[in-house]
């Protein structure tokens, strides 16, 4: 008899996506999910995710889902955090939306060590509303709104909020990876882990910042993404944990 090798997380429903061929979301999904199951949590996980190209995850992840505004996230989760504090809580946010117009709720939301998980897809750009530029858009990437690139002269550099997080004090557990390649998804998948962890023990917030790819709005094909990533973010927004100061992951 041969043994099952792959099957669905039971975290995951069996909806099909709605993503783009190529787009990294349903990657990050699994392994939010496949987490959730290792840690035995998915009867009290509880999601919130934003408004942005996962708007829709509430129907992939077989938790209890909450909708929030743009940007409002972690915000949304912290009520629900404090309200059932026996929850595992996590935000699922994109760059947008977490870096630009939900800046100020992550900022606080970390200062603040709130009891939340956050799982953040930097794909440099705005995926959702038609490629526009981000917070997290690299200097002279071309995008709907910087059709000759992003300039230094007026949109400054892209942020970088692992990095920016890590020197909050309420902060305890902050990565970035990346799932462009087999190698680097199960790295993003032992911080997932240990973010979620950090929350189960009562440290404080956590954040991993997912490095993905947008083939549709970059323009190239899901394969050249990957090495897109590569090649351009990977320089821009280095891989590794930036905080982590929990007893064990």
Not at 9 to 22: M, N, S
Not at 47 to 52: L, Q
Not at 72 to 88: E, Q, S, Y
Request: charged content about 20%; hydrophobic content about 40%.
């Amino acid at each position: 008899m041969e043994g099952k090798v792959f099957t669905r997380p039971q975290a995951l429903t069996d909806a099909a996506t709605h993503y783009c061929p190529g787009c990294q979301h349903g990657l990050v999904h699994r392994l939010v999910a496949e987490v959730i199951d290792e840690l035995s949590i998915k009867k009290k996980t509880i999601g919130v995710v934003p408004v942005g190209c996962s708007v829709m995850a509430d129907q992939y992840f077989n938790v209890d889902v909450q909708q929030a505004a743009h940007g409002r996230a972690p915000a949304v989760a912290t009520g629900i955090k404090r309200v059932h504090p026996d929850c595992v809580v996590f935000s699922y946010q994109g760059d947008g939306d977490i870096a630009a117009i939900g800046m100020a709720e992550i900022v606080h939301a970390a200062a603040r060590g709130e009891q939340i998980t956050t799982i953040f897809v930097n794909n440099a750009i705005y995926g959702m509303t038609g490629g526009q530029m981000a917070p997290t858009t690299l200097v002279n990437q071309v995008t709907a709104t910087s059709p000759t690139g992003r300039q230094l002269e007026t949109a400054g550099y892209p942020i970088r909020l692992a990095e920016m997080l890590a020197t909050l004090d309420g902060a305890k557990y902050i990565a970035r990876v990346s799932v462009n390649d087999p190698v680097n998804m199960n790295k993003a998948k032992d911080a997932i882990r240990a973010a979620f962890k950090t929350q189960i023990r009562g440290d404080g917030f956590a954040m991993v910042e997912v490095l993905a790819t947008c083939p549709t709005n970059w323009g190239v094909s899901p394969v050249d993404a990957k090495q897109w990533l590569k090649e351009n973010m990977l320089p821009q927004f280095p891989l590794g944990v930036y905080k982590n100061s929990g007893v064990e992951q």
